[in-house]
DNA sequence: GAACATTACATGCAGACGCATCTAATGCAA
DNA sequence: TTGCATTAGATGCGTCTGCATGTAATGTTC
């Protein structure tokens, strides 16, 4: 096991990380008024194309259940989501995305694709 | 250009750093009394083995400068570093790490390592 | 069904970050 | 030297995050 490859590979993870979390918030935020979070949020509610339980997105994105409880709630005062009670389980919140919110979310993707294409197209590969 | 390669790299990216930092903050916070942050500060010092300026830590870490100036202020705190009035021009910061931040860190090396030994070897490869 | 454990989500709280700004020292031009 | 722009680093402030906990609904055991 090659231990030099594990930190290189860290730092590249650690400057990419970096490097596209910074744009992504100058970006998304100035243009559009979200955070890197927000966005993630409705990308994934757009791909599934239905509701979602809190639980479920908490899979997909990196945050702690609390954090997304707080994104979902940022998104929904901004009214990009609705949430609503679930029937079959009234512990549960089923998240749903609302046409303000697919429209955001078609207006930002280009310009996040073009952040991350900037990124990580400069120094394509882990030897950079 | 790929659109897809870029959007499947910053989700390997987003998944290894979420992963990474969160066991690094667990395990250095938990056993050496360090954050990512401290340990990275540290590391950068022994490496270069001399007092370096606020401003060249700046350069290699991915912080803003107010963050580094309260990350050093935090290791003067727990004197694992010093800092001095700069001669040549008073402006500046010198850092300079003691015997007990060298042994922290010492102390905290191995553990790092492990982390990421485990989180990049266990599935290596972008194309996870 | 009563008592207790567990689960889903919300929230109080403290910590770390970035931005804007402040202070002090330096550089430079007139 | 004086006056102004610039630079190094510190700090006030607001935001976001995770942890611990709270609340309410569900599951389980007797």
């Known amino acids: 096991m090659d231990e030099q490859f594990v930190v290189d590979t860290w730092r590249y993870v650690l400057a990419k990380h970096a490097k596209a979390m910074c744009a992504l918030e100058r970006e998304l935020g100035d243009r559009h008024g979200l955070g890197p979070s927000e966005f993630e949020v409705l990308d994934r509610m757009v791909h599934h194309g239905r509701k979602l339980r809190i ?6 994105v990196h945050l702690s259940q609390s954090a997304l409880s707080r994104v979902v709630a940022r998104l929904e005062k901004a009214s990009l989501v609705s ?46």
């Open 55 to 60: 639980q479920e997105l908490c899979d997909e």
């Open 83 to 128: 949430r609503g009670v679930c029937d079959v389980d009234r512990r549960g919140v089923f998240v749903c995305i609302t046409d303000e919110g697919r429209a955001r979310h078609a207006e930002a993707l280009p310009t996040q694709r073009a952040v991350l294409a900037e990124v990580f197209t400069e120094a394509p590969a882990l030897t950079s």
